[in-house]
């Protein structure tokens, strides 16, 4: 287990950050923004109540 060494630039030409793959990363933006609207709802609603 001596890769963990190496850096991964030395493989990919991308920086070592995590990119998944197109389709998932639309389908975690979708999920993120659901989120993040249901909780501007939820405190919307605490905040106003």
């Known amino acids: 287990m001596s890769d963990a060494h190496e850096p991964t630039s030395s493989r990919e030409p991308e ?3 995590y990119e998944p793959a197109p389709g998932v990363g639309k ?3 979708w999920v993120l923004l659901f989120v993040v ?3 501007v709802v939820v405190v919307g609603g605490v ?3």
């Open 15 to 17: 920086p070592p950050r």
């Open 27 to 29: 389908l975690a933006l």
């Open 37 to 39: 609207a249901a909780v």
């Open 47 to 49: 905040y106003f109540a």
